[in-house]
């Protein structure tokens, strides 16, 4: 008897802009930020079974990552389960290519595929608005892992606005072997702030993406993009990786128009003229000993292969 399975994709990410504001009486802070999915995917392969596990596998180390209850990869699929009413399980393997805790989404891209797959496994059709709820109850970044391309995310990320860009926009990927914390990274950043206060310009309450920014991703201009990159995360990243500091700066003195922390990071993004710029670059980081690959942004959302 041959078991059924179903594969899908779904993309790592990237901050091109991220602004955040004052931490709130819950604990959290609210954001602007602007999204781009890039070519680097993580896939999910689901296969019919009665009960529920996952395993992982792939060319990143995956051995420090837990497969019980609370791994996003079975909350998603118990997730869809529930909503649809669906009694059977299923079979999990995720190859994992987006960086863990690299400040990309990668976890949050793997509950999306999984949605995605075992919707198309079960024949649940449960359809995308649905989806999208339940991605939304999973962590912030997962709505934007299921639509993809570049938008807009406001509150806590999860309310997207889908934001016109006209090319295709060449990245290169610094990688660091060792993982940043989030909520480490947003703690720094708030003693920053309490420490720094008179120095700081004060921080807005209600954070929000410069049009200027918009204009450049909607004309496809990386020059003028590369003016705007912006993340309110990257000191306290930096503060807590110093290193950092000297990726950003090989990277801008090799050809890259301007670099970002990617998200909490540490996973550092250049953002090159063209393709021929972003190869040259990456070549310069794997001559230098570090790991670097190229991608190309925006790339779809999660959707079975």
């Excluded at 391309?149 to 997207?160: E, H, P, S």
């Excluded at 290193?243 to 003195?253: K, P, Q, R, W």
């Amino acid at each position: 008897m041959v078991t059924r399975s179903v594969t899908a994709t779904a993309p790592g990410k990237i901050n091109v802009c991220l602004r955040v504001g004052p931490l709130r009486d819950d604990g959290y802070h609210d954001v602007a930020t602007i999204f781009q999915a890039v070519s680097l995917v993580d896939e999910v392969n689901a296969s019919e079974s009665e009960t529920f596990s996952v395993s992982f596998t792939g060319p990143i180390d995956t051995s420090g990552l837990t497969v019980d209850e609370s791994n996003l990869v079975l909350r998603a699929a118990r997730a869809v389960a529930a909503a649809a009413n669906y009694s059977g399980g299923a079979s999990i393997e995720v190859i994992k290519r987006v960086p863990i805790a690299g400040g990309m989404g990668g976890g949050s891209a793997d509950a999306a595929a999984t949605l995605v797959a075992v919707d198309a496994l079960w024949g649940t059709n449960l359809g995308t608005a649905k989806l999208a709820e339940i991605a939304a109850t999973l962590g912030a970044d997962v709505p934007f892992a299921l639509h993809g391309g570049t938008a807009l995310g406001v509150g806590r990320g999860d309310i997207l606005s889908p934001v016109l860009a006209k090319a295709e926009f060449h990245w290169v990927l610094v990688l660091n072997d060792d993982g940043l914390s989030t909520p480490d990274v947003f703690r720094q950043l708030d003693r920053h702030r309490n420490e720094h206060s008179i120095d700081i310009e004060t921080v807005a309450v209600d954070p929000t993406v410069d049009d200027k920014f918009l204009h450049a991703l909607r004309s496809g201009d990386a020059l003028a993009l590369a003016e705007y990159l912006r993340n309110d995360l990257q000191a306290a990243a930096l503060q807590l990786r110093p290193e950092l500091g000297a990726v950003l700066e090989f990277g801008e003195t090799h050809g890259a128009l301007a670099g970002i922390v990617s998200g909490s990071g540490p996973t550092i993004a250049l953002l090159a003229p063209d393709e021929p710029a972003a190869q040259a670059l990456a070549a310069e980081f794997t001559a230098d000993g570090q790991t670097a690959l190229t991608v190309t942004a925006p790339a779809p959302g999660a959707r079975v292969r």
